[in-house]
T-cell receptor
C-alpha cells in the first residue's frame, strides 16, 4: 500500500528530553512537511523540505530540528528548547501527478509531562 | 497579515444540507483546499478550487469566488459519519498552505 506513516501514534516524554518523531512515505513525493495542531488553531508549519538534503524553516521552527537524508524519510526532533511541545504533530507530503495537494500521515500525539 | 476565517462550530440534521463558509485574505492565491478531519485523526483531502465556480464531487461541492476572497463547502444528504471538522486552506504566493482553524460540524439524528 502507498501512503505516509508516522510513529508512534502516542508519545509521552518528560520535560527536558529530546524526542524524535518518525515520518516515512512510499508515494515517491519530493516535498514533505511537518505541522503542529493545537486546539482552536489552524495547522502551523514547522519545517518543510522540497528535495533531499534540503529543508526550510516554517512559521514556528524554534525548538525543532529536521533532517532529509532520504526521499522517503523526514524525521522531526522536538528539543528541550521548545517551550510548549505538547501537541498533535502531522506529517504531510506532496508530489507526483497531483502536485499541489498535500496528503497527511496519521499523526503523533506528543504529551510532555 | 494573512487570515483565514471560518465558523467555529455548526450543527445540522441528518439528511439535510449544510454550507460551511470560508473567507480569506492572503498574500497571493494559488488555490483553495478543503479537508475533512475526524477527531484524533489526520486531515483527508476533499476538494481543490483554483478557478471561480462550483466543483461537484458526489455529496460534496465546493465553490470559489476569488474576487470576494470567499469559498464554501456544501454537504448534501448529511450522514452521521459527516460529523467532523472541516478545514479550509489557501495556497499563497510561496505555494505554502495557510490554514483556517476549522469548523466543527455536529450532525444530529
Amino acid at each position: 500500500d502507498g501512503g505516509i506513516t508516522q510513529s508512534p501514534k502516542y508519545l509521552f516524554r518528560k520535560e527536558g528530553q529530546n524526542v524524535t518523531l518518525s515520518c516515512e512515505q512510499n508515494l515517491n513525493h519530493d516535498a514533505m512537511y511537518w505541522y503542529r495542531q493545537d486546539p482552536g488553531q489552524g495547522l502551523r508549519l514547522i519545517y518543510y523540505s522540497q528535495i533531499v538534503n534540503d529543508f526550510q524553516k516554517g512559521d514556528i521552527a524554534e525548538g525543532y530540528s529536521v533532517s532529509r537524508e532520504k526521499k522517503e524519510s523526514f524525521p522531526l526532533t522536538v528539543t528541550s528548547a521548545q517551550k510548549n511541545p505538547t501537541a498533535f504533530y502531522l506529517c504531510a507530503s506532496k508530489g507526483g501527478m497531483d502536485t499541489d495537494t498535500q496528503y497527511f500521515g496519521p499523526g503523533t500525539r506528543l504529551t510532555v509531562l | 497579515g494573512q487570515n483565514i476565517d471560518q465558523p467555529t462550530e455548526m450543527t445540522a440534521t441528518e439528511g439535510a444540507i449544510v454550507q460551511i463558509n470560508c473567507t480569506y485574505q492572503t498574500s497571493g492565491f494559488n488555490g483553495l483546499f478543503w479537508y475533512q478531519q475526524h477527531a484524533g485523526e489526520a486531515p483527508t483531502f476533499l476538494s481543490y478550487n483554483v478557478l471561480d465556480g462550483l466543483e461537484e464531487k458526489g455529496r460534496f461541492s465546493s465553490f470559489l469566488s476569488r474576487s470576494k476572497g470567499y469559498s464554501y463547502l456544501l454537504l448534501k444528504e448529511l450522514q452521521m459519519k459527516d460529523s467532523a471538522s472541516y478545514l479550509c486552506a489557501v495556497m499563497d504566493s510561496n505555494y505554502q498552505l495557510i490554514w483556517g482553524a476549522g469548523t466543527k460540524l455536529i450532525i444530529k439524528p
